[in-house]
């Protein structure tokens, strides 16, 4: 039995239709979460993964989704994206794991590789999900801050323990619409990865620009946006660039274009 499928349109004035059906986001929420929480209604009430063909408006993406039950999401050919485990490691978060995805529509996606951590961190870990958990974001974003900027100052920018605090905090400005923030560090992120060839090097970028995506100063948008061609293409020189990510890498050169000639 093949499974249920949507179609989905997303418009450039914030509103979606689903199987022709107009969908309004409410005041406050994303049209992008509204379209994943329906998907996800969908296929809890039928017990099964279901299946979308998201189209925008302008274009720029068109890519076929999957969404489960409990949530978790993906893109066929990019592996399972699943939501954060309980774990000991860096990563660790109550709210679902950083964003990697076809320009405009974020997607849920894993978390890196767990980088076990020396014990006497984890109470400050642990402190940063509780605050995430409670909805205290920007205390929680804070925490990370100050986190990642000791094992910056203690390990080093490029040691796996300041690279994981790094993308938390990254992803914790994303959840409190820091965009901008969100970008430059998940960039720096990427940047650091790309340069040491690490197979996650890819998702990195992918997850950079996910957050370059909600940028609102085109200026900072088209010079930010050509890094992440840049490390897209040093990557593919280097084979490290899966073929779902070259697509990812079309669409966001499609749009940086359109911005630098709207520019």
């Known amino acids: 039995m093949s499974a249920p499928h949507f179609e989905i349109r997303i418009g450039d004035d914030g509103t979606a239709e689903v199987d022709g059906e107009p969908l309004l986001p409410p005041p406050g929420r994303s049209v992008h979460d509204v ?14 993964v279901v299946e979308a063909t998201v189209n925008s408006e302008d274009g720029l993406a068109t890519f076929r989704l999957e969404v489960a039950p409990d949530g978790s999401s993906r893109i066929p050919s ?11 490691d860096l990563t660790e978060t109550a709210a679902p794991t950083p964003i990697a995805a076809p320009v405009p529509f974020p997607v849920r996606a894993p978390a890196p590789a767990p980088v076990p951590i020396p014990v006497k961190l984890l109470d400050r870990v642990r402190t940063i999900n509780s605050a995430v958990a409670g909805g205290e974001l920007t205390q929680a974003l804070e925490m990370a801050t100050d986190l990642r900027e000791y094992l910056a100052g203690a390990e080093g920018d490029d040691h796996p323990y ?14 409190c619409g820091e965009h901008r923030q969100a970008t430059v560090l998940a960039l720096a992120v990427a940047r650091i990865r790309c340069g040491a060839g690490d197979a996650r090097a890819a998702d990195e970028v992918a997850r950079a620009a996910a957050a370059w995506r909600r940028l609102d100063d085109d200026i900072a948008a088209v010079a930010h946006g050509r890094e992440l061609l840049h490390m897209w293409e040093a990557l593919e020189r280097r084979e490290l660039l899966p073929p779902v990510h070259r697509e990812l890498a079309d669409q966001v050169r499609r749009h940086l274009h359109w911005l630098a000639t709207a520019a």
Not at 163 to 175: F, H, P, Q
């Open 162 to 175: 300041a690279l994981e605090a790094r993308a938390m905090e990254a992803y914790l400005a994303y959840l």
């Open 78 to 88: 990019a592996g399972v994206l699943t939501a954060a485990e309980e774990s000991t």
């Open 35 to 48: 379209v994943l929480d329906l998907l996800q209604g969908h296929a809890q009430r039928l017990g099964v």
